[in-house]
């Protein structure tokens, strides 16, 4: 069945309107959850990050790079959290190295949405990296649920956004 | 070093005045984040999660019982979210049984403060469960983190709120 029309602008607002969201790791004693703030790029091809490597879910991260992030439409504290639309994404974690050719645009990409992020960018722990989402798992409420792939999320998110 | 006071209320409020947080399981195509409605027990104790069977956090969770789940402060959009207060409970979740002593007083707690869920209850693939954290990884902003046992949440959440 195909989204609904609600539906499909409800998910682009959690990818491009949103920059908070939650990150599951795997280490060792189980699974962690963190929150992270997250810019997704054109098409929605990647999700970066900008995470210090002295944080758990960063080493969790360089020693498993899958990971999964949800990213959920505030809860304003009344009525049914379960009606809360939220997309989960999943997929592998990669380093963006800052002498790869696409650093500079990806580190634009990310101020531009996240300009408070400046300083730490001079911090030396910190890091550039880019969930790359092999499944997004969406859920508007009660019986509207799908499950998109990187071309629906193509599609959802324009290039140029 | 001791928490400052306004972390501690802080720290309270997503214990206590939120109920809408992301969990992470595990499964062998690595971790899943995915949202959940919670409910904390009178100390912080146990946090209640009422779950159906037919969902992937759950088929997960019943494979490995081991599970995180992050509550974060609501981002409004403006500023840097890295300063947003959010605490990470790390530990197993188990299964409440219906005939368990403490089902009908876990059911009630559930209720009474998310009354929206009430005819899940009927739902044969629902069930409450509840995650035991061993740790709280409590995160205030810059410089402001710190890490709980139990011992240290039963102080900040009084046993009869």
Chains 1, 2 share one sequence.
Not at 37 to 55: D, N, Q, T, W, Y
Not at 123 to 141: K, N, S, T
Request: charged share 20%.
């Amino acid at each position: 069945m195909a989204m609904d029309h609600e539906d499909e602008l409800l998910l682009a607002e959690l990818l491009c309107g949103r920059r908070w969201g939650a990150l599951a790791t795997a280490s060792a004693d189980g699974p962690l959850a963190s929150m992270v703030a997250f810019v997704a790029e054109p098409g929605c091809s990647g999700i970066l990050l900008h995470l210090s490597r002295l944080a758990a879910h960063t080493r969790n991260l360089l020693a498993e790079p899958r990971a999964s992030l949800v990213i959920g439409a505030p809860d304003g504290g009344a009525g049914d959290p379960q009606t809360l639309a939220r997309v989960t994404l999943s997929g592998a974690v990669e380093v963006v190295e800052p002498d790869a050719a696409d650093y500079a645009t990806a580190r634009a990409r990310y101020l531009e949405r996240l300009p408070g992020a400046g300083p730490r960018f001079g911090f030396g722990d910190f890091g550039l990296f880019r969930l790359r989402p092999r499944e997004a798992r969406y859920v508007g409420g009660f019986g509207r649920a799908w499950t998109l792939g990187p071309a629906g999320l193509a599609r959802l998110c324009p290039a140029d956004s």
